[in-house]
């Protein structure tokens, strides 16, 4: 398919929500999930006079449900549009409130998109300030939907140490020169048709980490950074710090990149637990050092 830069659809903002902040992977199960909602909750707890909103669309595998304790069916409001669920301060939508969790996702295109349009468009948020939205891992159809149907302030990519240290830097360096992105300026909108193929077809699993990079939406001033997850591993016991997938590997493609880190998660058992029983660390544990990483993150966000 030609999807060309220039015939984009018109990007209309979501009615009452200020800022949008996508929170992207390149796959599944680096802690993107985690870092949405942490995040979510480190907006509204540095600045109580923020109102913050959760918009999951990762509609195969939605996790906030569960990481905000939250379930059952958003009521209508009178113009017919569905009401968040609140939970700890954060207006929450997810496709896991209007599906059963029993239900395997198995959709056809079509359905997807419908899902998509119904969660970007027919949800009466209010007035928010910031609209954080967990995206599916990778990209696709539902990625480029987002970002062509809705203005994005900021994107926070969200990668493991061990992703960016399988990548060469000079592979990285010249598979984003060939794609265009502007972090190594070639053109400031990437054109669409053809690269992804030939990203593809080069297709090594370190370009995998990082490809939500390649969205021409997402790109520019819109990238607000990498979040490095599980950058470090502290022993409970002797309280020894071993950084399992190297150190610094982010920081060290950010520069390449020219993008910026915007922090380091530690890989912790705390936030794992606290996730996993619907009690975010950042809300259940907020003067941890695990939860402070999510603030400081929030600060630069
Ligand atoms: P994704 O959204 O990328 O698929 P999740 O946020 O669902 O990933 O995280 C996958 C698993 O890893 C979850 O069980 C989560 O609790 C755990 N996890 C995520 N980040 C951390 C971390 N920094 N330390 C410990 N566990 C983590």
Redesign the pocket.
């Known amino acids: 398919t030609q999807i060309m830069s220039r015939g984009l659809p018109k990007q209309k903002p979501i009615e009452g929500v200020k800022q949008v902040i996508v929170v992207a992977?390149g796959k599944?199960?680096?802690?993107?999930?985690?870092?949405a909602v942490n995040l979510a909750l480190a907006l509204a707890a540095n600045d109580s006079s923020k109102a913050i909103g959760l918009l999951d669309v990762?509609v195969y595998?939605p996790?906030v449900p569960k990481m905000m304790n939250l379930k059952g069916n958003p009521e209508l409001s009178q113009s017919n549009l569905m009401r968040p669920l609140l939970n700890y301060g954060i207006a929450c939508m997810s496709m896991g409130f209007l599906v059963e969790e029993s239900e395997p996702v198995v959709w056809r295109g079509l359905m997807v998109m419908s899902a998509i349009e119904k969660l970007l468009r027919q949800v009466d948020w209010g007035q928010l300030d910031y609209l954080v939205v967990?995206m599916p891992?990778g990209t696709g159809d539902v990625q480029l939907s987002v970002s062509q149907n809705i203005p994005i302030t900021g994107a926070v990519i969200?990668s493991t140490p061990q992703d960016i240290a399988l990548m060469d830097a000079h592979k990285g360096a010249e598979m984003f020169r060939r794609v265009h992105v502007p972090g190594l300026a070639l053109s400031p909108r990437l054109e669409y048709s053809g690269t992804i193929t030939e990203l593809t077809s080069a297709s090594t699993s370190q370009a995998q980490a990082i490809l939500p990079l390649q969205l021409p939406e997402w790109l520019g001033p819109q990238v607000l950074g990498l979040v490095q997850?599980?950058s470090v591993f502290q022993c409970p016991k002797c309280k020894h710090k071993t950084h399992i997938f190297g150190a610094d590997g982010a920081r060290k493609l950010a520069q390449t990149l020219g993008l910026e880190v915007l922090g380091d998660?530690?890989?912790?058992?705390n936030?794992?637990e606290a996730?996993?029983t619907g009690q975010p660390i950042v809300f259940s544990q907020p003067e941890s050092d695990e939860a402070k990483a999510y603030l400081r993150i929030a600060v630069e966000v």
Do not use: F, Y
């Open positions: 992977s599944g199960g680096v802690g993107k999930s985690t870092t990762d595998g996790s967990d891992p969200v997850n599980m998660i530690p890989l912790h058992l936030i794992r996730s996993d």
